[in-house]
């Protein structure tokens, strides 16, 4: 599985696709496909804008809206159930960081960083991958007017 960020570059800038694409498919981790036990409703507070694997059990997202705008880390952990055979998941939220001011769209790792996108605002931001702080903020040319 690669990360979903590639589709947002996809969408906002088809000539940058050829060059990252190698560089995400080399860097996103392989996840096996698995079955589909349960499906849980995600918070809808949250605009889910980005959406990845960190690891087979920690998964990235990006929420939007103006002035609600976060990043948010999950951990899946794996629980024998009452049938020994049958595993369930739990979700635990493990980090959350707001994205203040702007409409928070695309994320992903890349090179030891994680990338934000907000082509509303054109921008990029760089975060530090283990704290999430804001290590620079680039203009992104790409986007909605």
Sequence with gaps: ?????????????????????GVVMATTPKIKPGKVTKIKKTDS?????????????????????????????????????ADSALYTHTTKLTKQVPVKKIFAEGVVDLKGKTYGLSYTAHKLFVYNR?????????????GQV
């Design 1 to 21: 599985m690669y990360s979903l960020g590639i589709i947002t570059l996809v969408a906002i800038c088809p000539s940058c696709f050829l060059s990252f694409y």
């Design 45 to 81: 507070r949250c605009f889910l804008e980005g959406l990845f694997f960190r690891s087979p059990d920690t998964l990235v997202e990006s929420c939007g809206l103006e002035g609600r705008s976060q990043l948010r880390e999950f951990r899946l952990d794996k629980n024998l159930g």
């Design 130 to 142: 283990d704290t999430w702080q804001v290590e620079k903020t680039l203009k992104f040319p790409y």
